[in-house]
């Protein structure tokens, strides 16, 4: 299919704002497959093109006012870990809720609401980024799993509520990519063995699951609204 056909199927070219876009991450790589059939416009924290905090609802506001995106694909989270019994994890668990969670709904939330005052564009596609972790349990990971856990149905809620009035409102729940800057993270805080999926001891392709997320968003169904799809090659 040619540039000129995609864009064609299109529309024109949709803006699609990713919010996550650390250099390297899968976010960064989302909006690289994203190429020419989007103009595209990557935000997330200090050194990323956009200033965006998902924590800051005034922030969020203005950031979709100025780009109006017929797309958002939400990668931001945290990654903090615990054991149960540690001072911190509290604190972590309000931490990560308020990122995973909040924030991530926080954004769709606000875009609906900016969705009926503004005439000029039409909202298509909200993607959050989840994890397998939302079913695996991982020692030492409870925030992580569980706010992972919340996020996933959260995105499941808010796709039956406006189901055929909006938007299409899915998820992903992949496995450890691997190479990206929280893989890096976590293999320095729990060592290099974190994944078991078959056929993949380093974790995923983070470019191939880019191209997925890019190609449902080119050829949209109907049927996606309310997936969580899991793409983490079978991980038990």
């Known amino acids: ?6 864009e064609a199927a299109l529309y024109g070219r949709d803006r699609l704002l990713v919010i996550g876009a650390r250099d390297g991450s899968l976010g960064d790589r989302i909006a690289q497959a994203a190429g020419i059939p989007f103009e595209t416009f990557g935000a997330g924290m200090s050194d990323e093109p956009m200033l965006l905090d998902v924590r800051d609802q005034r922030m969020i506001e203005r950031v979709l006012e100025e780009v109006l995106p017929h797309h958002i694909v939400v990668t931001a989270g945290l990654n903090l870990s615990a054991e149960t019994s540690h001072v911190d994890y509290p604190y972590l668990m309000r931490e990560s809720f308020e990122v995973n969670v909040i ?5 769709l939330g606000a875009w609906l609401r900016l969705a009926r005052e503004v005439d000029q564009y039409q909202p298509k596609t909200f993607v959050a980024i989840s994890s397998n972790s939302a079913h695996i349990a991982r020692r030492n990971s409870g925030p992580y799993c569980a706010t992972k856990a919340a996020l996933s149905m959260a995105i499941r809620v ?11 409102v899915y998820g992903y729940e992949p496995g450890l990519l691997e190479g990206t800057p929280m893989t890096k993270s976590t293999s320095a805080r729990f060592g290099p063995i ?3 999926i ?14 997925t997320v890019v190609q449902n968003l080119i050829y949209p169904s109907r049927g996606l609204n309310g997936s969580l ?3 983490d090659g079978g991980e038990q």
Do not use: F, H, W, Y
């Open 1 to 6: 299919m040619t540039n000129d056909k995609v």
């Open 194 to 196: 974190q994944t078991r």
């Open 229 to 231: 799809l899991r793409l």
């Open 158 to 168: 808010a796709a039956r509520e406006i189901a055929g009035k909006g938007p299409l």
């Open 103 to 107: 924030g991530v709904m926080d954004v």
């Open 198 to 211: 078959p056929g993949a001891p380093d974790g995923l392709d983070p470019d191939e699951m880019a191209k």
